[in-house]
Nanobody, 123 residues
Framework: QVQPVESGGGLVQAGGSLRLSCVTS????????MGWFRQAPGKEREFVTA????????LYADSVQGRFTISRENAKNTIYLQMNSLKPEDTAVYYC????????????????WGKGTLVTVSS
């Protein structure tokens, strides 16, 4: 059973940066896409970004385009989410996912979910 494990969440002031990491264990993710979702208090879970195995043409939600960057190190079964220019509305639990493809991730087709890491952005 593949298990994504997130880390790097915390408290940051508006305008600041954070870098999330996600490492998978328990099985191979060769060829799979990985991505990030988030869920803010009182809101539905939403897609943030996803990246294919090749690392090309990552997908981003409009709300984070230009501020967040996803990357991956396949040899380490790890992906990263660099979050810059953070806003209070970015406050959420961020979940790492394993998906068939980046487009599938965006559509909510997820093989595996992590347990999440909390990001809090203060104003």
């Amino acid at each position: 059973q593949v298990q994504p494990v997130e880390s790097g969440g915390g408290l940051v002031q508006a305008g600041g940066s954070l870098r999330l990491s996600c490492v998978t264990s328990g099985g191979t993710i060769g060829g799979y896409a990985m991505g990030w979702f988030r869920q803010a208090p009182g809101k539905e879970r939403e897609f943030v970004t996803a990246i294919n195995w090749s690392g090309d043409r990552p997908l981003y939600a409009d709300s984070v385009q230009g501020r967040f960057t996803i990357s991956r190190e396949n040899a380490k079964n790890t992906i990263y989410l660099q979050m810059n220019s953070l806003k209070p509305e970015d406050t959420a639990v961020y979940y790492c996912t394993v998906c068939p493809g980046a487009g599938a991730c965006r559509s909510g087709l997820v093989h595996y979910w992590g347990k999440g890491t909390l990001v809090t952005v203060s104003s």
